[in-house]
């Protein structure tokens, strides 16, 4: 190393710096005011998504109201009202937690996104976030139409207290953390294999059936409603549409707020963690 | 707190080797593949070393493959070395801390790394957030950008409507945002028409002026590192062939000069000549001929690094 | 035409050479509908756990009817979706530069030209599940019945086709349609159920609109022996109905593509 330090050129700038706090807010306001802008103006497009996503809960509503009919009106005390408001609340909680896909994640890579990603002091599940915050917006005004001819059509029984519609309106952001960070996870898996929608599909499919997306986790056999208990799916779907719809005291709204608490510090720590691996991965082996 | 540095870019045996599998074609190679993986090694960048001074431009030279966009990528922190270390601004690249990243920019030519929907403007926005930038030396650093490279009137249109080289500005600009202390750009002309080029080359050029950042330029149009570069880095199969300024580049590879004389009766005449018979040649033209214009040239400099890559390819 | 059948078949071995490359591809294809058929008959189970009927269809002859949107649906992966979604992406970045010069012939290579191969574990996993499901039935299959049910499952086919190509036609107005895949996949869905199960005005749209009901429903009413030669007569005029509308629409949309600029 040598002795005597070079002069350093008197035009380099002092890097003033704004507090992060501000800098983190501006850049979710700035994400999710220009993803409002966007989706705004493909409003057919958003449209005809909305209709491919509203189809699968309809589906089940059909065919468990059918199944409820035949057996003298309700399954296991579930009516046909409250199915209609069980899966007509599951459009509005399946709308909030759409996040960014694990399979996108391969399209990242290849067009470079991920490194820009890496060239930059952000970590990107700032983006991931906030666009899809940015997202909920728009999908939830168009929604609203094809919201309000569900209730029609279906009859939903929709009787929820104040405190249920506090708990609701913050449980479906806690699904969406929970939901984002784990698909951004799973996601990750990319940069290890390219197999990884195998692994994708075994991680939906539990989803499907351990989270209440399939149906009410209470008309699932004991065994599945005790395992779902220790798994974060619950939480993405079956508390919240619950808490608006179902029978929960205070003191059960409260606790599961709590619990999806817990979850988003649990993925959190994991997604670090294997955001740290992955990089030092990635930069090993070449991109 | 920056500890005094020598140089801001501090490499010592640098090296990346990648280790790519075997493919063959072929049923049973396939087969036996599933089983038994081979592989390969591709030594990308093979023990390089340099050091460069604040505010100096250095360009990069060599053919595809020789290792220039994956030195970049290592002094940038998207790629680990396999050995050897850099050191950059006094950070150590791949550690990629915060504050490295936010004094210095990596620009590769054909990529985006703005918004792909959006106009530039709500980019430079996000970019603005992301580094942490006080919003009047934001709103300063940006209108200076944008006026220097002439973008005012592209800013507003969502990027993917831009031509390639109108994106290739707003990139520039938005990769500039954060007045970054050293800027690698790899390829930034690529693709872009000869009019382009010239500007981008200026701009690199009064950037470097204005703010005394420093550059690295990998690039395979000699035009751009003749435009903008003192000193240049000759690399070929991961290796740094030559390192120096571009005159005296000429005068170690450069085997012949060009003797072009215009005569009395009006023809003009070109010699090419090996360089130690330069001076007899000249005479014996004089002495033979009329002679009313004799230049003596160096050869362009793409013949002559043509001619050190040929000599590498063989050697 | 018989030049276009020709190239299409070119294109279409030269796919499959292409896929068969790709060894790793077929165990990942097995596994993933492999999974799927496990979803829908933990799905069965479940439904089954709480009811002995669904709309006066037994569980053995549910699994039919998931067993014939399986296979349909390993049809429509491997040879109509990627080739509308080829069609699709060429009008949206303007490459469908060919179709401008034989507007007559483009429908055929438009349709046949991609392939995914591995995508046929669907129909050989699909094949399992109606094979276990016609076995528990217990009623015995004649030849007839099982004939019928080739024959509308081809126009099922055929009618997906034609239900595709029209969505597709309509990217040569509206430009941007990445949501076709999605949109697809969520409706076809419908298909798990035996059409009857779904109020009035959704029954209807889900047989005439999207004709999954006819392509789904149907065959599997063959199979379970629920089939009137009215809906035979019907399925086969609406499909022949479909065709022609389908090929008149797409000539429609070319000439108009060929004729706006690019």
Known sequence: MPALPAPERASAPAIRRELWLRSMFDFYATGIRTQIQTQFQYPAATYMYTLGMVAEPVIYLVVWTTIAKSQGGAVQGIGTAQFAAYYIVWTFVRAMNIVFTPYGWEWRIREGELSGHLLRPLHPIHYDLAWFAGHKVPWLVMYLPIGVGLTLIFHPALHPRPLEIVVFLIAIWGAYLIRSLNNFILGMITIWTTRASAIFEVWFLSELLLSGRLLPLTLMPHWVQSLSNWLPFKWTFYFPIESLVGDMSNIELVKGLGTQLLWIGVCTALMRGAWKLSVRHYSAVGN | MLRPVAGVVEVSGLTKVFRVPEREAGLRASLRSLVNRQWREVRAVDGISFEIEAGEVVGFLGPNGAGKTTTLKMLSGLLYPTSGGGSVLGHVPSKRE?????????????????QWDLPALDSFELNRAIYRLPREDFLRTRD?????????????????????????????????????????????????????????????????????????????????????????????????????????????????????????????????????????????????????????????????????????ATA | MIRSFRLAALYFRLGALNELQYRANFFVALFQSALAVSVGLVVLALVYSHTTTLNGWKQPELMVVLGVQILLGGIIHATIQPNMQQLVDEVRDGKLDFALTKPEDAQVLIS????????????????????????????????????????????????????????ATGSFWIVNMWFLSDLFEGI?????????????????????????????????????????????????????????????????????YSGASA
């Not at chain 2, 504050?99 to 703005?114: E, H, K, W």
């Open chain 2, 98 to 114: 915060r504050d490295y990243l936010r004094r210095m920019t990596l620009v590769m030519g054909n990529r985006n790394q703005l």
């Open chain 2, 144 to 312: 200076e950008l944008i006026e220097l490279l002439d973008v005012g009137d592209l800013v507003r249109k969502p990027v993917r409507n831009l031509s390639l080289g109108e994106r290739m500005k707003v990139e520039v600009v938005g990769s500039l945002l954060h007045l970054p202390q050293v800027l690698f750009l790899d390829e930034p002309t690529i693709g872009l028409d000869v009019t382009m080029q010239k500007r981008i080359r200026n701009f690199i050029a009064e950037y470097n002026q204005r703010h005394g950042a420093t550059v690295l330029l990998t690039s395979h149009y000699m035009a751009d590192v003749e435009a903008l570069c003192k000193r240049v880095i000759v690399i070929h199969h991961g290796r740094i062939l030559f390192d120096g300024s571009l005159s005296s580049l000429g005068d170690r590879f450069a085997a012949y000069k060009t003797i072009e004389a215009v005569l009395a009766d009006g023809a003009r005449i070109t010699l090419k000549v090996p360089k130690h018979e330069t001076s007899e040649a000249t005479a014996r033209l004089l002495a033979e001929h009329e002679v009313h214009d004799l230049t003596v040239e160096d050869p362009p400099i793409e013949d002559v690094i043509e001619q050190v890559f040929a000599t590498e």
């Open chain 3, 112 to 167: 046949l030209r991609a392939l995914r191969l591995w995508q046929f574990t669907e129909v050989i996993s699909g094949s399992a599940v109606i094979g276990v499901g016609v076995y528990r039935i217990d009623a015995g299959l004649g030849l007839w019945r099982s004939l019928a049910f080739v024959a509308l499952l081809l126009m099922g086919a055929l009618l997906l086709y034609c239900f595709w190509l029209i969505l």
């Open chain 3, 188 to 256: 076809y869905q419908v298909g798990r159920w035996p059409i009857g199960v779904y109020p009035g005005w959704l029954r209807y749209s889900m047989s005439y609109l999207v004709p999954i009901g006819f392509a789904v429903t149907v065959p599997a009413q063959a199979l379970t022996n629920r089939l009137g030669w009215e809906t035979v007569v019907i399925a086969l005029g609406f499909g022949a109905a479909l065709v022609v509308f389908t090929r008149w629409f797409w000539r429609f949309g070319l000439k108009r």
